[in-house]
């Protein structure tokens, strides 16, 4: 099967721009989880849908962040406008629909806000 | 709050040598716990679980974890470690109190075998 995809794999952006990060998970896994890693600390939650709905989204860090997943398939981070600590790498997993699924991880996206 | 903690930044350990790799959390209610492996510039993949029952699970890449209630750890271990087994590793353990899916990772812990 087909894991799960990031693209861009890269960005690199000026403060007050704005990325939009792209996320294709397993086809059939209705959760789909985005989660965020900076210079090298805790891989940190963002936010959870199941199918098309937000089930959580506590570790948004503000408006700045946006976040859809449109029909249920693939999903979208926006970023805007973009701050310099918004840098990291930014990981999308998608899982089955049980509580004891394992995360299948895409690669990441790297971004870098100068 | 539900939270993991890897006390080592890096472990070094000679090839063949046995590994241990620590991991500690702090959960309300049954832990779900979780092992994840990081090679560069790729994604997390899952190594093993521990759900209920034995307290040593095994996992891919011939790792296995003990999981200790007492001391609220869940160690991961390879009793002869190969160079190709350098990454980075990543505890985690899920948030019962959510729904079930949020999963709380810790900062990572760098393994490095020397031939």
């Known amino acids: 099967e087909a894991g799960v995809t990031q693209f861009p794999s890269h960005s690199v952006i000026e403060k007050g721009q704005t990325v939009t990060l792209r996320c294709d998970p397993i086809s059939g896994h209705d959760n789909l989880y985005w989660y965020r890693r900076v210079m090298g600390k805790e891989i940190k939650f963002l936010l959870h849908?199941?199918?098309?709905?937000?089930?959580?989204e506590s570790g948004m860090p503000n408006n700045r962040f946006l976040a859809e997943r449109t029909g249920g398939t693939y999903s979208t981070l926006k970023v805007q406008p973009a701050e310099l600590e918004d840098s990291g790498v930014y990981f999308c997993?998608?899982?089955?629909?049980?509580?004891?699924?394992?995360?299948?991880f895409g690669n990441g996206t790297r971004l870098t806000v100068t | 709050a539900q939270s993991v903690a890897q006390p080592e930044d890096q472990v070094n350990v000679a090839e063949g040598n046995p590994l241990t790799v620590k991991c500690t959390y702090s959960v309300s209610g049954n832990p779900y716990l979780f092992w994840y492996v990081q090679y560069p510039n790729r994604g997390l993949q899952f190594l093993l679980k521990y759900i209920t029952g034995d307290n040593l699970v095994k996992g891919s890449y011939g790792f296995e974890a003990e999981f200790n209630k007492s001391q609220t750890s869940f160690h991961l271990k390879k009793p002869s470690a190969l160079v190709s087994d350098s990454a980075l590793y990543f505890c985690a353990v899920r948030d019962m109190n959510t729904g079930g899916f949020k999963t709380i990772f810790g900062a990572g812990t760098r393994l490095f075998v020397k031939a």
């Open positions: 849908f199941v199918k098309e709905s937000k089930q959580d």
């Open positions: 997993a998608s899982s089955q629909g049980t509580e004891n699924s394992p995360l299948h």
